[in-house]
């Protein structure tokens, strides 16, 4: 069956670390993948996402994804964390000729001041 | 108000009741989304729309789920003899087309007694 792993389940970083979230999927052929993030509180709200096309994906305030497909991985990076980080992170993916999105169980990210 | 809404937000009810969850997308968007969230997981898949069809219910759990999109905008998410396990938070998501960006809703936080 399809799924998605995430390597941490809760990840503890204080303020200017860097960041290395890692996802793992199980699809084979072409595959669209994503990171969510949901800030307390709020709304799930769409990171970054693969396509296609370059493998390294930049997305919303200083993050992004590096698609390595001989490891079926698409690790979440940011060199420099802020408070205002922590969240709950979803790594996601889907086959691009339609199959449901499957996400991963969710890394958890606290960001000490 | 752009983004995806769901109503109720916080629903409790007894076992083996029925209940109604709603969920108005992003107009325009054709593509609509359910998905199941429990405690400390990611969200689970339950059906997709795509108009008024739903284009794969492959993810409802069993014949006590069921969901509609009569005039393809608002979706209905109806629940019949809800159980205990039901107890999650409903999350619905729109995109402008398959494979989009989905854009997701509050939830509903759903509470079986």
């Known amino acids: 069956a399809q799924s998605v792993s995430q390597h941490n389940h809760h990840v503890i970083l204080s303020e200017a670390a860097s960041l290395e979230l890692g996802c793992n999927y199980s699809?084979?052929?072409?595959?669209?993948l994503f990171w969510y993030v949901q800030y307390p509180g709020q709304h799930l709200q769409l990171l970054l996402k693969y396509f296609s096309g370059d493998p390294l994906v930049k997305g919303i305030k200083g993050f992004e994804a590096e698609f390595i497909k001989s490891k079926f991985s698409f690790n979440l990076r940011k060199p420099s964390v802020q408070w205002s980080d922590t969240a709950e992170y979803f790594c996601a993916g889907e086959k691009t000729s339609y199959d449901k999105v499957i996400f991963g169980p969710g890394t958890s990210l606290s960001v000490i001041p | 108000g752009a983004g995806v809404s769901q109503t109720p937000s916080n629903k409790v009810t007894e076992k083996g009741k029925y209940v109604e969850l709603r969920c108005d997308p992003i107009?325009?968007?054709?593509?609509l989304y359910w998905y199941r969230q429990s405690l400390g997981q990611g969200p689970e898949f339950l059906i997709y729309f795509q108009g008024t069809g739903a284009a794969d219910d492959s993810g409802l759990p069993n014949d006590r789920f069921f969901a509609v999109r009569p005039e393809g905008s608002v979706s209905t998410l109806k629940i019949q003899r809800t159980e205990r396990g039901d107890s999650a938070v409903y999350l619905c998501a729109s995109s402008l087309r398959r494979a989009g960006e989905q854009f997701f809703g509050p939830g509903t936080r759903l509470t079986v007694l």
């Open positions: 699809y084979g052929g072409t595959v669209n």
């Open positions: 107009s325009g968007h054709t593509a």
